[in-house]
């Protein structure tokens, strides 16, 4: 009996020894899962988490928008010369303006009711990456015109889904107290973009020397991003937030009336317009309609033609071309951008706007004046004019541009229009902004 109790007692040690050992196993894996899921959970941490997740995913559709909206603009020479449209300025146009029309189409699209019902974290993760991503690898492998100018095309869809719905996603899951600044650094993402797809030829094997033979690889760049969107966008394809459900009519009303606002804005809360001007808009005409004229007036300042032709207006000034215009002006832009979100909290939404516009008029009148052909010989450099004058007036209104003129008009929709609205009207002022 005592050897019998003995083996039994042996046997019990080593069947407790690894039960014991299984369970650490098992206790490891499942305090794993339990900090993932207690990360991404449903208590106030989780949906901070959640939250900063969708922030970074949209940030990161932003920066794409921005990237590929410029990355074809240095390797369009070599793009032509290989497919043999060097002399062809129309087929130049149609590679160049095929993002333009497929941002159009995407940005009216993303206004439908299927859309809409699918909830900005959900139409990021499965309309905006894969256009993206199908997009840009076609891009890269394309061996005709046609093939290239269609993935353009997808390219210009995803970017115009992402112009509409990552603003306004930033603006659902973001905190009150930062949803202005927040909507503003989604905003700079996309002058990060600018940036970035100016520098892209740097990380090319034979740096720009290489871009003639290599340009395939600057549309692989985004790889990497879509990646991180991806991952960003896997962990929070949750249940929607508040507002979007308060939108869908989801949710309660609440017990108590809110206090008349100005599209669904406390009038406390709003910077930018006096507390008595504020009235309420109960059918968002009027703040669409505000948005509408901002987009409007913000491509009417004469941003695309400064940006498109900065190269040559530099050449032209005696200036050393290259790569130093873009990375100039790329550089403009986002030092804009960060002085207007360091302004924010000082200064208001109307007076960042009044600044940038009548700082841009003020550089454009000095840049016309400097380019005046003062003598018949030659209309720049000739005339006696410095070419810093030049660069100065142009990298100050680009500046300027990205003060407020830039990323104010997307980062006020969420400010102007009420929740039931907002996708429509950011799609219409988007729309007219293409």
């Known amino acids: 009996r005592r050897r ?8 019990g040690m080593a069947t407790a020894g690894a039960s014991a050992g299984a369970g ?60 043999g449209f060097a002399s062809s300025p129309a087929t130049s146009g149609a590679v160049v303006s095929a993002a333009l029309c497929g941002g159009l189409f995407g940005s009216l699209l993303s206004s439908a009711r299927a859309v ?17 991503l199908v997009g840009g690898e076609i891009c890269g492998v394309a061996q005709s015109v046609s093939a290239l100018i269609f993935a353009r ?22 905190p009150p107290k930062f949803s202005s600044t927040l909507g503003l650094v989604a905003q700079s993402s996309v002058l990060c973009g600018v940036l970035a797809a100016a520098l892209a030829p740097a990380l090319l094997p034979g740096g720009f020397e ?36 308060e939108a869908q009519g989801k949710l309660p009303a ?9 599209a669904g804005v406390d009038a406390g809360e709003f910077r930018g317009i006096s507390e008595a001007k504020l009235s309420p808009d109960a059918d968002g005409s009027r703040s669409t309609v505000t948005v509408v004229l901002l987009f409007i007036f913000q491509q009417l300042s004469g941003v695309g033609g400064v940006l498109y032709y900065s190269s040559t207006l530099f050449e032209r000034a ?90 104010l008009p997307a980062a006020l929709v969420p400010e102007l229009v009420a929740v039931t609205n907002r996708e429509r009207a950011a799609s219409a002022g988007l729309a007219a902004s293409w």
Request: glycine share 12%.
């Open 318 to 407: 005696g200036m050393s071309s290259g790569i130093f215009p873009n990375v100039a002006v790329g550089l403009a832009l986002l030092f804009g951008s960060l002085v207007s979100i360091a302004l924010l909290r000082f200064v208001s939404f109307r007076n960042l706007l009044l600044a940038s516009f009548g700082g841009m008029a003020a550089a454009l009148f000095v840049l016309v004046v400097a380019l005046i052909p003062w003598s018949p010989q030659s209309v720049f450099g000739a005339s006696g004019v410095p070419p810093h004058i030049v660069l100065v007036s142009v990298l100050t209104y680009i500046g300027l541009f990205g003060l407020g003129a830039g990323p």
């Open 24 to 83: 650490a196993g098992v206790g490891v894996g499942a305090g794993v899962g339990a900090g993932l899921r207690s990360w991404l959970g449903c208590g106030p941490r989780g949906a901070r988490n959640r939250g900063a997740l969708s922030i970074a995913a949209a940030c990161v559709a932003l920066f794409l928008f921005g990237f590929h909206l410029t990355v074809v603009n240095q390797p369009l020479d070599a793009i032509a010369k290989e497919f």
């Open 254 to 262: 609440p017990a108590v009336a809110p206090k008349p606002s100005f």
């Open 210 to 245: 290489s871009l003639q033979q290599d340009w395939r690889l600057l549309f692989r760049l985004q790889r990497s991003f879509v990646v991180v969107q991806g991952a960003c966008l896997l962990s929070t394809v949750t249940p929607n937030s508040f507002d979007f459900e």
């Open 4 to 11: 019998t109790g003995g083996s039994e007692q042996g046997r």
């Open 116 to 132: 809409i019902k699918l909830g900005h974290q959900r139409a990021l993760a499965f309309i905006v990456l894969p256009l993206y």
């Open 153 to 174: 095309l997808l390219v210009g869809l995803a970017m115009g889904f992402a112009s509409v719905i990552a603003p306004l996603c930033v603006a659902a899951v973001a």
